[in-house]
Nanobody, 116 residues
Framework: QVQLVESGGGLVQPGGSLRLSCGAS????????MSWYRQAPGKERELVAT????????NYADTVKDRFTISRDNAKSIVYLQMDSLKPEDTAVYYC?????????WGKGILVTVSS
């Protein structure tokens, strides 16, 4: 059974930092592209960042470019999202996604709140 479990969310002040982690089990992690998505209240889920299976290539939404960094540790089956210079508009539930060809797996999500 595939499981993706997010951790590291919480409340942070504007300008602060958080690091999200997503631990994967039940799949061959190194074969999957990994992504972080987020969904703010009343809005559609949006793609935040993607990293390829080896970690050599990354892509970011324009709204988080130069502030967020996605990385992975294939030996530990973990993907990270380092979030710096956080803004109130980054407040959302963040979801971990694993994708290989037509197969997608999702975590349950974790709340990040940016507020003073």
């Amino acid at each position: 059974q595939v499981q993706l479990v997010e951790s590291g969310g919480g409340l942070v002040q504007p300008g602060g930092s958080l690091r999200l982690s997503c631990g994967a089990s039940g799949l061959t992690f190194s074969l999957y592209f990994m992504s972080w998505y987020r969904q703010a209240p009343g809005k559609e889920r949006e793609l935040v960042a993607t990293i390829d299976s080896t970690g050599a290539s990354t892509n970011y939404a324009d709204t988080v470019k130069d502030r967020f960094t996605i990385s992975r540790d294939n030996a530990k089956s973990i993907v990270y999202l380092q979030m710096d210079s956080l803004k109130p508009e980054d407040t959302a539930v963040y979801y971990c996604n694993a994708r290989r060809r037509s197969v997608n797996y999702w975590g349950k999500g974790i709340l990040v709140t940016v507020s003073s």
